[in-house]
């Protein structure tokens, strides 16, 4: 199946500090996704993504569709505890289809 | 309240027990799936289905079955569980399964096969 590479694993920042993630692919996709999970649920869409070079942003959060179409990046800025959590990036190559997930960041803020 | 249900939450058994777990929608999305979860390798799809009597295979069927007889209801069924197949599940649904729709995903299943 499709791989999509995300990275880092994991960080640990303190409070207040600006956060980086990406996604890359060997595939192009259509659809770039950003999912939040915390402990013990489901993931949460954060932002989602539908044209090559898009520039999203859902409050502190800022995530862009890369011109290649097979990479994504997600920025948090001033980042607080409730940011704490798994970050997934995922990936739909065409409209109807199956859906595609990175590994995951962990990402721990201190206060 | 809008919401993916799905049961048991956790679940222990052993090889070669059969078992189903339960999802169920009350949103009337048409786009239902499975996924699990596992350290390393964030969620793999495991089957979806587009509409009542439509299910597809997604990236990890092996060893799954799932059915769609009513448009709420989406179980995943182990025939033959092993310890592979311990993991973290979950069931999520959209409107349409377009790339638009916004998936909801249910609170997970966590399953322990011994």
């Known amino acids: 199946g499709q791989q999509l590479n995300q990275s880092p694993q994991s960080m640990f920042i303190q409070e207040g500090e600006d956060v980086s993630m990406n996604c890359t692919s060997s595939?192009?996709?259509?659809?770039w996704l950003w999912y939040k999970q915390d402990p013990g649920e489901g993931p949460v869409l954060l932002i989602a993504l539908y044209k090559a070079g898009e520039l999203t942003s859902n409050g502190r959060l800022t995530a862009q569709f890369g011109i290649t179409r097979k990479d994504s990046f997600l920025n948090i800025s001033a980042s607080i505890p409730s940011d704490v959590g798994i970050y997934f990036c995922a990936g739909q190559m065409t409209a109807f289809n199956k859906f595609y997930f990175g590994s995951g960041t962990k990402l721990n803020v201190k206060p | 309240e809008a919401q993916v249900t799905q049961n048991p939450r956790y679940l222990i058994t052993v090889t070669g027990k059969k078992l189903t777990v339960t999802c169920s929608q009350n949103?009337?999305?048409?786009?239902m799936s499975w996924y699990r979860q596992d350290p390393g390798l964030g969620l793999r799809q495991i089957y979806y289905?587009?509409?009542?009597?439509?299910?597809d295979k997604g990236d990890v069927p092996e060893g799954y079955k799932v059915s769609r007889k009513e448009k709420r209801n989406f179980p995943l069924i182990l025939e033959s569980p092993s310890p592979n197949q311990t993991s973290l599940y979950f069931c999520?649904?959209?409107?349409?399964?377009?790339?638009?729709?916004?998936?909801?995903f249910g609170p997970g299943t966590r399953l322990t096969v011994l």
């Open positions: 595939s192009i996709f259509n659809t």
């Open positions: 949103m009337n999305h048409e786009y």
């Open positions: 999520a649904s959209s409107l349409r399964g377009r790339a638009r729709d916004t998936q909801y």
């Open positions: 289905s587009m509409n009542v009597e439509v299910t």
